[in-house]
C-alpha cells in the first residue's frame, strides 16, 4: 500500500514538473511574439517615415554644412574654423569631414562636404541635417563661364532639394578668397549666378519650379514666373565676403550666429 501512495505521488510530482515545463515555455512564446511584433512595428514605422520623406529619414537639424564646387576653399575654411589656422598649400577633400569648429566665441557642428561632382548626388543625407547651408563660391573664376554655370548649377540643386525647401533652410554665399587682388565682389558673383539660374532654367520650363518627388511643381520664389531672383527665394539667401586662407570670416559668424535657421528648430527664419 504505502508503495502504491508513492507511486501516485510520483506520478504527481511528474505531472506538476511537466505543467510548469509547459507554462515556462508557453510563457517565452509569448514574451517572444510580443518582442517580434514590437520590432516589426518599429519597422513599419521607419519605413513609413522613409516613404513620406521622399527615401531619406528626417533627422534633427543641427549642423553647419560646407558645400560647394571643387577647389571653392571649403576644406580650407573647415580647417581655418576648427585648428584656427591653415595648411600650406592646396588642400582637396574626398569624404565628408565633420567636427565642432570654432568661430569668433560661437562652437558650432561643421560638416565640410566635398565638391566634386560624382560625390554630390550623396550630399542629400547632409542637406536634411543642416541647420544651416554655406555655399563656398570662389571668388576669382566668375570670368569664365564655365565655372558660373557649374556653380549655377550646384546652386540650383541645393535650393530647389525638398527637404532644404520644405524647412526653408537659410544659404550664405560665402564668396571666398577675397583677399586676392583679382578677386569679384559679391554683387557681381550674385548677378552672374542669377542671370546663369534664369538662363539655365528658361531651358526646363517656369524658371520659379521644377519637378518634386511625386512630379509635383514646386515653387522655390515667391514670385512664380519672373525673373529668377535670390531675394525671391523661400530660402533666406544672404551673401558675404570671406576669406578662409586669411581668417577673414567676420560676415560668414554674422551669419552663423543669426537667428536665422531651418524651420524645423526653435527658432525658425
Given at each position: ?63 553647419t554644412l560646407l558645400i560647394g564646387p571643387a577647389n571653392s576653399g571649403k576644406t580650407t ?79 540650383f540643386g541645393i535650393l530647389s532639394n525638398r527637404l532644404v525647401l520644405k524647412d526653408r ?101
Amino acid at each position: 500500500m504505502a508503495e502504491q501512495v508513492a507511486n501516485h505521488g510520483g506520478n504527481a510530482g511528474d505531472t506538476i514538473d511537466v505543467l510548469i515545463t509547459t507554462s515556462t515555455r508557453t510563457t517565452y512564446f509569448n514574451v517572444g511574439l510580443i518582442l517580434l511584433s514590437l520590432a516589426m512595428f518599429i519597422l513599419a514605422a521607419y519605413l513609413v517615415q522613409v516613404l513620406y520623406s521622399g527615401g531619406v529619414v528626417r533627422v534633427k537639424r543641427a549642423v553647419t554644412l560646407l558645400i560647394g564646387p571643387a577647389n571653392s576653399g571649403k576644406t580650407t575654411l573647415f580647417r581655418k574654423m576648427k585648428y584656427g589656422k591653415t595648411p600650406g598649400g592646396t588642400v582637396t577633400s574626398v569624404i565628408p569631414n565633420e567636427e565642432e569648429c570654432k568661430v569668433g566665441e560661437d562652437t558650432y557642428r561643421v560638416v565640410d562636404y566635398p565638391g566634386h561632382v560624382k560625390l554630390r548626388s550623396g550630399a542629400e543625407p547632409f542637406l536634411n541635417r543642416a541647420l544651416k547651408i554655406v555655399f563656398v563660391a570662389d571668388s576669382l573664376v566668375f570670368n569664365q563661364n564655365e565655372k558660373v554655370r557649374e556653380a549655377a548649377n550646384f546652386l540650383f540643386g541645393i535650393l530647389s532639394n525638398r527637404l532644404v525647401l520644405k524647412d526653408r533652410v537659410p544659404i550664405f554665399i560665402a564668396c571666398n578668397k577675397a583677399d586676392r587682388m583679382n578677386a569679384f565682389s559679391p554683387e557681381f558673383i550674385k548677378k552672374r549666378l542669377e542671370k546663369e539660374i534664369d538662363i539655365l532654367l528658361s531651358t526646363v520650363g517656369d524658371l520659379s519650379d521644377t519637378k518634386g518627388s511625386e512630379d509635383e511643381l514646386v515653387s522655390i520664389t515667391t514670385r512664380p514666373g519672373e525673373p529668377f531672383k535670390f531675394a525671391d527665394c523661400l530660402s533666406n539667401v544672404t551673401w558675404g565676403a570671406i576669406s578662409g586662407n586669411k581668417g577673414n570670416l567676420k560676415a560668414l559668424h554674422a551669419y552663423l550666429s543669426s537667428s536665422s535657421t531651418a524651420t524645423t528648430s526653435t527658432t525658425t527664419s
